[in-house]
């Protein structure tokens, strides 16, 4: 189990916090922009270029899971008493209603200082050296967790958010504590609606991860003479678009080989949608077969598998389920708790060992037969 530390006796009262947590994400900008960037760096081949981007423009024209999962858990770490903050090159809101998240508060990077506490994500973890004070690397992404950072340093933490995750990252940096941390599942932006209430027979699917998968297990579906199932590929969505559209269908197709912090499946099962699909190599740690999902890693077995989620009774017991074990993940339970620890772990002295919330057992469920 992963330890954080913290002060026993005190690991939940409010205090007055006097350093800054500072959460580096992206800029935003317009799509015709990056395109032009990118065209530009393909273009030029040039190294220096591209990591002077990367790293001094931080340009995306997508808002990734992994920025939504920081922005939520900037709001959480505020809504326990830290001095919370943003941070991005430009300094200010670039993602605005449309695309962000809450009504947070940004700084430029740049503007950071020694003593604040630095969450970097891990496409740029390449930063940490060049950050003075206590600093955290965030890894979610399996090919962005990169040894480019003096890891054992004792005021670097690595924090990733699954098992699969966990085993790459204590390979990448051996010899480093790493700690699971949960994602936060939005239950406000995704609350649960029952099987009986959403449209017969949709299905969605994100053609971005895995679009051969969804095609063959249509193909696959319709060969076994399967009819009730309607595969609808969503792509390309605002956050706030998302929530609206995730009321309709009954089933998500989890398709991706290779998954970050898998917020999608999450989230589906947040809204009392049914998952089915790939694990992600253990990235979809939710999907326990039966119990909170239906695994298939093979367009065969995903087939088979919808065949059976055409029985009503299965899909209420399995939303029903997944929903209860999504729900520790929900902003007011285990994420709450998680940064109460951190922040008491980072203002409080002397520190003691603490159990974090590594351990994301499965609740008691009913197994369907």
């Known amino acids: 189990m992963a330890l954080i530390k913290v002060v026993a006796s005190k690991s939940f009262i409010k205090r007055s916090i006097v350093m800054r947590f500072i959460f580096l994400i992206p800029d935003f900008y317009p799509g015709v922009i990056v395109n032009r960037i990118n065209q530009v760096l393909r273009f030029s081949r040039s190294k220096l270029l591209g990591d002077f981007v990367r790293l001094r423009m931080m340009p995306v024209d997508e808002v990734h899971g992994g920025t939504l999962n920081i922005m939520r858990h900037c709001a959480v770490a505020r ?22 998240l809450f009504d947070l508060p940004f700084i430029r990077w740049a503007d950071r200082r020694p003593e604040d506490v630095c969450i970097v994500p891990d496409l740029w973890t390449e930063l940490i050296n060049e950050v003075q004070g ?6 979610q992404v399996p090919i962005h967790t990169r040894n480019n950072f003096d890891y054992l340093s004792d005021r670097i933490s690595v924090w990733t958010d699954s098992p ?13 504590t790493v700690e699971i941390v949960p994602n936060i599942v939005d239950s406000q932006l995704f609350p649960f609606i029952p099987q009986a209430e ?16 969804i095609a063959a297990t249509q193909a696959h579906y319709q060969a076994l003479g399967g009819t009730y199932w ?3 590929l969503i792509n390309g969505l605002t956050i706030h678009e998302l929530t609206e559209q995730f009321k309709r269908p009954q ?52 087939a088979h598998c919808l065949l059976e989620l055409e029985d009503a009774e299965l899909r209420n017991t399995l939303s029903l389920n997944a929903h209860e074990y999504i729900s520790q993940f929900f902003p007011d339970r285990t994420p709450k708790l998680f940064w109460q620890q951190v922040i008491d772990g980072y203002t409080s002295s002397p520190p003691v060992a603490f159990p974090s919330s590594s351990n994301q057992s499965m609740p008691a469920v009913e197994k369907v037969a």
């Open 251 to 302: 089933v998500f197709l989890a398709s991706a080989e290779i998954e970050g912090c898998a917020l999608p499946p999450q989230e589906s099962m947040a809204s009392g949608i049914v998952v089915i699909g790939r694990t992600a190599k253990g990235a979809n740690f939710c999907m326990e077969h039966r119990q909170t999902a239906m695994t298939a890693e093979t367009p065969e077995e995903a």
């Open 79 to 100: 809504s326990c008493g830290a001095d919370a903050v943003l941070a991005t090159i430009r300094g200010k809101d670039t993602y605005g209603k449309e695309y962000g």
């Open 230 to 232: 309607k595969f609808e």
């Open 198 to 213: 959403r449209e017969p027979g949709v299905l969605f699917a994100f053609p971005r991860k895995g679009r051969e998968f």
């Open 164 to 176: 699969y995750m966990q085993a790459i990252c204590e390979q990448t940096y051996p010899n480093k």
């Open 134 to 139: 206590p600093t955290i690397a965030y890894l």
